[in-house]
């Protein structure tokens, strides 16, 4: 028997608890892993409290990331006490995911976690920080380099965002921080953001064109924010979009493509292909700079997790919030 939190459903009301799983309910895979931390993420925070259709099967254990260590494994690439990482693949949503003593998964959803990087502050990371990084690597594939101008971030004292603007500070961008939160200003200015916008700005009547602005942007937005950013981004700028906090639509014009050949990159962190996730990781293990990373960690205990779970949609958390699974010690 192991402790998980646990969504169901009974008479079409969703129960959710922390409570004993034995090991034979754990779902199919080729790797047992002894998680040692996980963390709360937008998605599962929808999926705990039921605000969003996330949870695909009941019942389910939520949880989109993990870092831990291997137990049992029949795949090729790993073997007992390897230390591993996952983020994504449907983890749960529709297959048991993080939030857990243990975890039963395919090997091909794992990835080595890089010797600089502790377990910790591989949940401090998470898909947030991980997703910011495809976001950055995005950018630069695309053309966008420090000297092209500033780019923007949406959302920016989230979990992607925070990341996003320490990650291009520390590559020399000249960062923008756009926030609907005016108290976080000396927090983002911490993580090096050079100018703080707010949210407001961008959540007005969409025009087709606005001033040109931004060489860049990475969007968690959507919606009519993202819109306003495409509008304001500068000629052949990018934007990476890898959110919809702000909604699934979008209210743009092409504008924008047509007219300043601006590029829309989709960030997918759920099924991205192997290859790009090791890179990702890779470049977070040489140079997101790790005491910074634990200025904008918070810890919640496993037992907390529920109900932190309704401030994590309130907006009142900021930065990465980890979750230690193991007992104290266990798997540092």
Request: proline share 5%; glycine share 12%.
């Amino acid at each position: 028997m192991f402790d998980a939190i646990v969504i169901d459903k009974s008479d079409d009301q969703q129960i959710v608890s922390l409570r004993h799983v034995a090991d034979g309910e754990i779902p199919e895979g080729d790797v047992l892993v002894d998680v040692a931390y996980s963390t709360l993420n937008y998605k599962d925070a929808l999926a705990i409290t039921g605000a969003g259709p996330v949870v695909r099967s009941f019942p389910m254990v939520p949880g989109i990331d993990f870092a831990g260590v291997v137990a049992e494994s029949a795949h090729p690439d790993f073997k007992p006490g390897d230390r591993v990482v996952l983020n994504g693949w449907g983890v749960g949503e529709k297959h048991w995911g993080g939030l857990a003593r243990r975890a039963r998964v395919s090997g091909d959803w794992l990835i080595p976690l890089p010797d600089a990087i502790d377990m910790r502050r591989a949940m401090a990371i998470g898909t947030a920080g991980y997703t910011a990084m495809l976001c950055v690597l995005a950018l630069e594939r695309n053309g966008i380099t420090p000297d092209k101008g500033e780019v923007a971030i949406t959302g920016a004292a989230g979990g992607v965002g925070s990341v996003a603007t320490t990650l291009l500070a520390g590559r020399g961008y000249d960062v923008t921080a756009i926030t609907g939160r005016a108290g976080e200003a000396d927090y983002l200015k911490s993580l090096g953001a050079r100018t703080i916008v707010d949210r407001a700005e961008l959540t007005g009547k969409v025009r087709p064109l606005a001033k040109e602005r931004w060489a860049g942007a990475i969007d968690v937005a959507g919606g009519t924010v993202l819109a306003n950013l495409l509008a304001s981004i500068r000629y052949r700028g990018v934007v990476a979009a890898c959110g919809l906090a702000a909604g699934m639509d979008l209210p743009a014009s092409v504008a924008p493509f047509i007219l300043r050949g601006v590029t829309l990159v989709g960030i997918d962190s759920v099924m991205c292909p192997r290859e790009e996730r090791l890179e990702a990781w890779q470049q977070l293990a040489k140079e997101l700079d790790l005491q910074t990373l634990d200025t904008l960690t918070v810890e919640v205990a496993f037992e907390d997790v529920i109900e932190t779970a309704s401030s994590f949609l309130a907006g009142s958390v900021r930065g990465r919030i980890v979750v230690p699974i193991a007992p104290c010690g266990e798997h540092r």
